[in-house]
């Protein structure tokens, strides 16, 4: 995006056949997979698919979402402020065109703000001028430096909690809410045919005991069966009592 606005805004040959390359060889990194071409088909469908729209949390737009999206409105008024201060030079033009684009992409699915997010952080350190002026007082010093020392420990406590959780891994998966046991009897008894399983234990299972044919798992949510239904539309009408999927 960022190579393709800069040669249309240069109006020129200037740099376009680095940009060109570069553009050709991000697109071929995409098809250096084992699945090649397949993965742009796969995007297409989920993004086209009804059901992933409307049946996973993740592909609803932000603005759904509260405080996520008051937070969301702020950050977008953050960016205004900065394209009405800083938009002078034609090297800026890019950036806050780029910006106000992936803004955009939060508006259409909340897993997309991630790259929002990303483009803010660039944005607000680039050129958002904040100076923290400590106060000579000392008694007027404690508030900026408690309040900072709380929120390094935070980080700091958060994340040791977390690595201590997860020093045993079972232990972790379990306190996760995964199906340990239930794993542990498909094993010891040889099931994993025709296995009806919720969406959210799909990868776990497929990690767990790789031979078992799971209905759906998270890459499947823009799958067709032969015949045209989605996977997804087929786990919803069994989630909501309609049978004759399971059945057949």
Not at 114 to 125: A, D, K, Q, R
Not at 213 to 218: E, L, Y
Request: contains cysteine; proline residues 4%; positive net charge.
């Amino acid at each position: 995006f960022y190579l393709a606005i800069s040669v249309l805004q240069k109006g020129s040959k200037s740099g376009f056949w680095e940009s060109a390359v570069l553009i050709a060889a991000a697109v071929f990194g995409t098809l250096a997979t084992p699945f090649g071409t397949l993965i742009y088909r796969s995007i297409f469908w989920d993004l086209v698919g009804k059901n992933t729209w409307l049946a996973i949390a993740e592909y609803q737009p932000i603005p759904v979402y509260f405080p996520l999206n008051f937070l969301y409105v702020l950050s977008g008024v953050v960016l205004i402020y900065l394209v009405r201060k800083h938009l002078r030079r034609d090297d800026e033009i890019v950036w806050f065109f780029l910006g106000a684009i992936l803004f955009g992409l939060g508006l259409i699915a909340a897993n997309l703000s991630v790259f929002w997010c990303l483009m803010l952080v660039f944005l607000v350190s680039r050129y958002l001028d904040l100076k923290l002026v400590m106060p000579k007082e000392w008694l007027a010093r404690i508030p900026i430096i408690s309040s900072t020392i709380c929120a390094i420990l935070v980080l700091i406590l958060a994340f040791s909690v977390s690595w201590l959780e997860s020093i045993n891994l079972e232990a972790r998966l379990r306190r996760d809410g995964y199906p340990i046991e239930a794993v542990r009897f498909l094993k010891e008894a040889g099931y994993g045919e025709n296995l009806f399983n919720s969406y959210h234990w799909g990868g776990y299972l497929d990690w767990q005991v790789p031979g078992a044919r799971v209905f759906i798992d998270g890459k499947m949510t823009g799958w067709k069966r032969p015949g045209g239904n989605y996977i997804l539309a087929d786990y919803l009408a069994i989630t909501k009592g309609n049978c004759e999927v399971a059945q057949r």
